[in-house]
């Protein structure tokens, strides 16, 4: 399967399941999936420009989770760079990367 249709269908799968957790009112799982999802759709965005035009965007031919994981981990450090922020919530980022790598481990299995 090639990349992006694994991204689209886990995109799709986080769409449902943030769905089932805005009907429950379930705070703390929204913002992770919101989160996840986001990312998630960017990574579909930048494939797409890859497609549209090859020779300016490059992304590596690998996994989609493993894809995912790298741009999380980009992000990550973004995050992690922009003074204040981390300091004012340092557990926030972290947790919901450590999440999503449970739920990515979870969907490519």
């Not at 929204?30 to 990312?39: P, Q, Y």
Request: proline share 5%; hydrophobic share 40%.
């Amino acid at each position: 399967m090639e990349v992006k249709e694994q991204l689209q269908q886990i995109f799709d799968q986080l769409t449902a399941v943030l769905s089932e957790e805005l009907l429950a009112g379930n705070s703390r799982q929204i913002t992770k999936l919101a989160l996840a999802r986001t990312e998630i759709r960017e990574t579909l965005i930048s494939l797409e420009r890859e497609e549209a035009w090859p020779n300016v965007y490059r992304f590596p031919q690998a996994p989609a989770a493993d894809l995912l994981w790298y741009r999380l981990q980009l992000r990550r450090r973004r995050w992690q760079l922009q003074s204040g922020r981390v300091e004012s919530h340092p557990e926030v980022l972290p947790a919901a990367l450590d999440w999503l790598a449970g739920e990515i481990e979870q969907l490519k299995s």
